[in-house]
């Protein structure tokens, strides 16, 4: 071996690729040391280059981490908090039953049924998962195999008009939901991303699958399998058949697009998709799954129960009141149970009885307001061609369900036929019968002229009319078609059960509420003559005078500060003065009675006596009575407000004689029994009666009455013995007549004979019914409470009250029952201790009228004084 080389040493010459004698040792030639050098220094470059790689590689990364840390605070800085997270809920509708618990209405900006993970089939769940993202259970919100899968899809078929395909999780779909902006974009599914990790962070898989199952929009108004299950197949979730939750399961994909009334094949195909995922997962086998590929997707199309007539306004009521409680967001989101006090019985009475009645009054002063429209079509041509302009002609509004829009085809003088398509399009046809339209008088200057004496008068060949077909059909005649107008004999009048009813929409309208006085729950509401026609509730929202319904607020405020029944009142001639002048009141009738007792003046609604008790009392405590009663929130302190000259709805008034039913107890009326939230919680529950023991069952339960007592029940039951007699020899007697059982009521006429009221109730029922014009005109001369609102009360609580037992009255312990002679007959009164029935006390003031002092802060009563009647200013009755 030779040692290092030393200085001035020389390099042995390199022999690199040459052949020659051996070295001195006998070696042969020695390697040269140059390559060596050059190979070093390829090492040393190799290596160079790698640490510069992983330089770069390193700087990147530092750099990708902080970028990556930038957008992920950027992204995520406006996202939902874990919080939030945890607790949300999708948005579900309310729904409102009826007091039998039959649906009245579902409330809701998407219709939602929310159904706990638990109460899903699990077929229902596993579809979904093996449809939308095989794996949901393994994955931490984000899949990456289904990423690079989508990936490679779409950069092979890139160019080719295919839409590129997702790999969003079921995770990832939830946090899309919960993400105010759906647009396609790279911020959103970084958002989507970050959200996804989160919430797998923050909540279980089966969290995530009750949100996403019940949050997906699955085609037609559904949200969520529930409503989808009810939509397309009209069952319930735990009914589905397997083709049938594998067919929910596919429409993800895109619900228009695969609904199978439209689209019966996509559907299918589909649905055969997700089925073999299935299989593939080896949730069901391949022989079930062949078996549910056999049959074609069969829909059955979401049939809603039929509403409960009449109940619109009812319902509308109950929306206002509960967005005015709870918002908006949470009535039509919140998945609100809605237990309301309506009794749909009584609702269908309710509404058949206002409609009778206003057609009644419609048909007695209203006249004939001509036909809806007329098709020029000319004879020749008018069997072939009729059908199709009728087509054209909308139903007018407020035109009833069971109407018809007819055509009239020829007629005679006293007979008219009319043709009309059924509802699939089959003509049909009737007759109208001149004997049936006495009521269809012709209008001359605004009022009705006389009965009509041929057909003619009432309608021409071509008029477009409203009609009430005949219950029952007969065959069409055979034979010549019918002489046209004016040609031959009238024949006989054909069969009842071949004439039709010409029918009208009526001008005026009205209201009725009903309610149980116990409780305050309101059981039947109609706020005019259709909804479909006026939305506005006259129940609730229109402000009418109530005329004489209002004097029970003053006799009671009366009777309050010890007057008897038999206490006598002058009735005779007055003048008040006012600021507007001196005002003639009078009485209904014009007459005068004289010396008349405080129960008679009620009976027969005296005017002036009225306000002489008014006077007497001070109009400033009758005041406070009717705040107290709810009959209105305030009120002027003047003697014409005692006659009704002010304003109330038909709900207050309902609730004011509910609580005189009550004896004095304050009460409310209210639609809305009880909210729950989804969870079953209380939310809210009417005020009122209240069982705090009903939960223990090892107790009786004990109903305890909170409600104020807001009027001495002494006074309170004098009242109604007086307003009996109202009923019963008084203005009310249409009312009451042959309904054989304890009724106290009282009519109302407002000025000019533009209200019309009647208020009454039993011991179990209250009702008030209203009739009038929306612009207030006259009903007509002598058009008052007895006349046009008692008859409809009177048939609906004919209707009400079938198969209830007879109640009584509840008499309290401080008054005594007596017979007194009234001047009218003997009646029976209610007395207090200390009052003599029949007496009647000597009342200091002129003209029979005390000069009581007014209450503090309040202006002195305007005076009376001695004039003639002037009836210009009409009387209320």
Same mark, same amino acid.
């Given at each position: ?361 419609? $048909?007695?002063? =209203?006249?004939?307001? %001509? ?6 079509? @000319?004879?020749? +041509?008018? &069997? !072939? *061609? ?8 909308? $139903?007018?509004? =407020?035109?009833?369900? %069971? ?6 085809? @020829?007629?005679? +003088?006293? &007979? !008219? *036929? ?8 089959? $003509? ?16 001359? +200057? ?432």
């Amino acid at each position: 071996m030779t040692g290092p080389l030393t200085a001035g040493e020389p390099l042995a010459p390199s022999t690199r690729g040459k052949t020659g004698a051996p070295g001195p040792e006998g070696g042969g030639n020695k390697p040269p040391r140059l390559p060596k050098r050059r190979g070093n220094i390829l090492v040393r470059a190799v290596r160079g280059l790698f640490g510069a790689i992983l330089g770069v590689v390193l700087l990147g990364g530092i750099v990708g981490a902080v970028a990556g840390y930038a957008a992920y605070e950027h992204f995520s800085a406006d996202l939902p908090d874990v919080d939030g997270l945890r607790n949300y809920q999708p948005p579900v509708m309310s729904r409102v039953f009826a007091g039998d618990s039959r649906l009245l209405a579902e409330l809701a900006t998407e219709r939602r049924i929310f159904v706990p993970v638990s109460a899903i089939p699990d077929i229902v769940k596993r579809a979904f998962i093996s449809a939308e993202d095989q794996n949901f259970y393994t994955h931490r919100g984000i899949d990456p195999f289904a990423i690079a899968r989508a990936a490679v899809f779409d950069l092979t078929h890139a160019g080719q008009g295919r839409r590129p395909i997702g790999a969003s999780t079921i995770t990832q779909q939830v946090a899309k939901n919960m993400l105010l902006d759906s647009e396609v974009s790279f911020s959103r599914k970084a958002k989507e991303a970050i959200l996804a990790t989160r919430i797998e962070q923050s909540l279980t898989k089966d969290r995530i699958l009750e949100l996403y199952l019940n949050e997906i929009y699955l085609g037609q108004g559904a949200y969520g399998v529930a409503a989808a299950a009810q939509t397309y197949f009209n069952k319930p979730l735990d009914q589905l058949t397997l083709a049938e939750a594998a067919f929910l399961a596919a429409l993800p994909k895109a619900p228009n697009n695969l609904n199978p009334f439209k689209f019966p094949e996509a559907a299918r195909s589909r649905r055969d998709y997700v089925l073999d995922r299935l299989a593939e997962d080896h949730v069901i086998t391949q022989a079930q799954a062949a078996e549910a590929k056999a049959g074609p997707v069969i829909p059955s199309e979401f049939r809603r129960p039929p509403p409960i007539p009449g109940a619109d306004w009812f319902t509308e009521e109950v929306r206002r009141q509960l967005i005015a409680r709870f918002g908006q967001d949470s009535t039509t989101q919140g998945g609100l149970m809605v237990r309301t006090s309506l009794n749909p019985s009584l609702q269908v009475a309710a509404e058949k009885s206002l409609r009778d009645g206003l057609m009644a009054y419609d $048909r007695k002063m =209203g006249g004939w307001r %001509g036909a809806v429209g007329h098709l020029s079509v @000319s004879q020749p +041509d008018f &069997e !072939a *061609k009729w059908p199709a302009a009728l087509n054209q002609q909308p $139903r007018p509004p =407020g035109m009833l369900p %069971g109407w018809m829009v007819a055509v009239v085809a @020829s007629e005679t +003088d006293t &007979e !008219a *036929k009319v043709e009309w398509l059924n509802k699939d399009g089959g $003509r049909e046809s009737a007759m109208l019968v001149l004997a049936d339209l006495n009521w269809a008088r012709a209008l001359r +200057d605004g009022k009705p002229g006389p009965a009509p004496r041929r057909l003619s008068d009432v309608v021409q060949p071509g008029d477009i009319v409203m009609i009430e077909p005949p219950a029952v059909q007969l065959p069409k005649p055979s034979g010549p078609p019918m002489p046209a107008k004016g040609k031959g004999s009238a024949a006989a009048p054909p069969p009842p059960a071949n004439r039709a009813k010409l029918m009208q929409i009526p001008a005026v309208q009205g209201a009725l509420v009903s309610l149980d006085p116990q409780t305050g729950r309101v059981l039947a509401m109609v706020g005019g003559w259709s909804y479909d026609q006026s939305q506005f509730n006259r129940a609730t929202q229109a402000n009418r005078q109530p005329g004489s319904s209002f004097k029970p607020i003053v006799y009671l405020t009366a009777l309050e500060k010890g007057i008897s029944p038999s206490q006598k009142f002058l009735d005779a001639p007055v003048v008040i003065d006012t600021p507007e002048g001196r005002w003639r009141p009078g009485n209904f009738e014009g007459t005068f009675g004289g010396p008349t007792s405080l129960r008679v003046a009620l009976e027969e609604s005296l005017n002036l006596v009225t306000l002489r008790v008014a006077q007497q009392v001070g109009i400033q405590a009758v005041v406070d009575n009717a705040i107290a009663f709810h009959m209105v929130d305030s009120m002027p302190r003047v003697l014409p407000a005692a006659l009704g000259a002010v304003d109330t709805t038909v709900l207050r008034e309902a609730g004011a004689y509910a609580s005189f039913a009550t004896g004095g107890r304050e009460v409310m009326p209210t639609l809305i029994d009880s909210v729950q939230d989804p969870d079953g919680h209380v939310v809210f529950r009417a005020p009122g009666l209240d069982c705090g023991d009903c939960a223990d069952a090892s107790k009786p339960p004990e109903i305890a009455d909170g409600r104020r007592q807001i009027a001495d029940p002494d006074s309170v039951f004098q009242l109604i013995t007086m307003m009996e007699g109202v009923v019963q020899r008084g203005t009310g007697v249409p009312a009451g007549k042959g309904l054989n059982r304890p009724i106290a009521g009282k009519t109302g006429t407002s000025q000019e004979f533009a209200d019309a009221w009647f208020s009454g109730f039993t011991p179990d029922l209250v009702t008030v019914v209203w009739v009038g014009f929306d612009t207030p005109a006259t009903l007509g001369n002598n058009e008052t409470g007895a006349a046009v609102a008692a008859p409809i009360w009177h048939d609906y609580m004919a209707r009400a009250l079938a198969g209830r037992p007879v109640l009584s009255f509840p008499m309290p312990a401080g008054v005594t029952m007596a017979q007194w002679d009234s001047g009218n007959g003997m009646v029976t009164d209610a007395f207090k201790d200390g009052q003599i029935p029949g007496a009647s006390a000597p009342i200091s003031g002129g003209l029979g009228v005390a000069s009581a002092p007014p209450a503090d802060g309040a202006p002195a009563p305007a005076p009376i004084v001695h004039g003639g009647v002037d009836n210009s200013m009409g009387g209320l009755y």
